[in-house]
């Protein structure tokens, strides 16, 4: 079985998407080879194609994996530009 997703985030600017795509996109992420998770930058547009040939359930927590630290970079990158008094 080969399961896809593709994600398609909309930022304000290209610099917030290359923000949280540079932050989620680490060089040396150790991922299983039957995974696979392609992400990158078109204009203000967060881009990510997950394929996995393993069960739904690692499916479905490679994806929320992924959801969870494309919010985590959102917030991150809220803080730095919104820093509270």
């Given at each position: ?11 304000n600017?290209k ?45 479905i927590?490679?994806?929320?994996d ?13 803080a ?5 008094s």
């Amino acid at each position: 079985m080969k399961l896809k997703a593709e994600l398609i985030l909309a930022y304000n600017t290209k610099r917030e998407a290359k923000a949280v795509v540079k932050a989620v996109s680490p060089d040396n992420a150790k991922i299983p080879l039957c995974i696979n998770i392609e992400t990158f930058r078109s204009d203000s547009h967060l881009l990510a194609s997950i394929q996995c040939k393993l069960s739904l359930e690692t499916f479905i927590a490679t994806l929320d994996d992924l959801l969870f630290c494309i919010s985590i970079a959102e917030k991150t990158l809220g803080a730095i530009e919104n820093p509270k008094s």
